[in-house]
C-alpha cells in the first residue's frame, strides 16, 4: 500500500515565492554559509537546502517573503494540537536531483540519548508545497541498512545536525509521484527529488508535524488519520 504520499487540499490559500523560476541561483549557493564537509557534496551541492547551502540574506528573503505560509500553516496545525518547529526551503535546479536521504527533524529535545539508524527510519510526516514544473517528482527508495550512513553537520551556532543519506546506485526505488500541487509526504523514508526540467527550477516549503503534548513527531499513518478530511486522492496499491 502506498505508504509515502497523499495530495491534501488546506483549507487555505497559499503564497507563491517571489523568485523568478526561470533565472538562476548560483550566486547565491554556498556564499558565506559555505560549511557542509559532506564527502557526498564535494563536487557539488547534493541537498539544496535553502537553509544551510545558500546565503544566509538569501535565506532571511526567502523565509521573511513566505511569513504569511508559514503563519496559516501554524494556525492550521494548532487546531490538531500540533506545531512545526523546523520549516526548511529547497531548490532543485533545472535537470538536477537531490540525493536518496532521511529528513532528520529529531534533535536535542526530541531524543537525548545517542540515536541509531532505526531512530530516524521513522515514517514521520510533513506537508510540502511545491511550485515549479509538473512532471518533478518526488522519489521513496529502499535499501540494506549498510549502504545508508549518518553524517554529521555543525551549523553556524554549534550545533550538530545528523544528515541520514544513501547511495542511490545501491538503492531500489519503490515509489514515484509528482508533487506540484499540497502534499502529506513520508520524509522519515529514504527519499529523493528529481527535477527533469531544462529551464524551470523546482521550489518547496517543508513543515514537520509535531505533537504538542508529546513532543514528538507525527508519523505518516497518524497523520492520514488527523487529515483524513482534507485528503484528496484514493490510496494506491503498489
Not at 508545497?129 to 551549523?155: A, C, L
Not at 509521484?177 to 518547496?204: C, D, F, M, Q
Request: hydrophobic share 30%.
Amino acid at each position: 500500500m502506498n505508504k509515502y504520499h497523499r495530495y491534501i487540499n488546506i483549507p487555505f490559500d497559499l503564497k507563491e515565492p517571489p523568485l523568478n523560476r526561470y533565472a538562476d541561483d548560483e550566486e547565491f549557493r554556498g556564499k558565506g554559509r559555505d560549511r557542509c564537509d559532506l564527502p557526498q557534496c564535494k563536487d557539488r551541492c547534493e541537498f539544496a537546502n535553502i537553509n544551510a547551502c545558500y546565503d544566509e540574506s538569501f535565506y532571511k528573503f526567502m523565509k521573511e517573503s513566505m511569513k504569511e505560509n508559514e503563519d496559516k500553516v501554524q494556525n492550521f496545525l494548532a487546531e490538531y494540537d500540533m506545531f512545526s518547529d523546523n520549516i526548511l526551503y529547497f531548490i532543485t535546479k533545472p535537470d538536477d536531483k537531490m540525493i536518496v536521504h532521511i529528513d532528520n527533524n529529531k534533535e536535542e529535545y526530541y531524543l537525548n540519548e545517542e540515536r541509531t539508524l532505526d531512530d530516524y527510519l521513522d515514517d514521520h510526516a510533513k506537508i510540502n508545497f511545491t511550485w515549479g514544473p509538473k512532471d518533478s517528482v518526488m522519489r521513496w527508495w529502499t535499501s540494506d541498512k549498510d549502504n545508508i550512513s549518518i553524517e554529521s553537520d555543525i551549523d553556524d551556532e554549534g550545533i550538530e545536525w545528523k544528515l541520514v543519506v544513501g547511495d542511490e546506485k545501491k538503492c531500489k526505488m519503490v515509489y514515484e509521484k509528482s508533487i506540484y500541487k499540497p502534499s502529506l509526504v513520508n520524509a522519515g523514508a529514504l527519499h529523493s527529488v528529481y527535477n527533469p526540467s531544462k529551464i524551470e527550477r523546482r521550489i518547496t516549503q517543508s513543515f514537520n508535524l509535531v505533537d504538542k503534548k508529546k513532543i514528538k513527531l507525527v508519523s505518516f499513518q497518524n497523520a492520514l488519520k488527523i487529515f483524513d478530511k482534507y485528503i484528496i486522492e484514493q490510496e494506491e496499491t503498489i
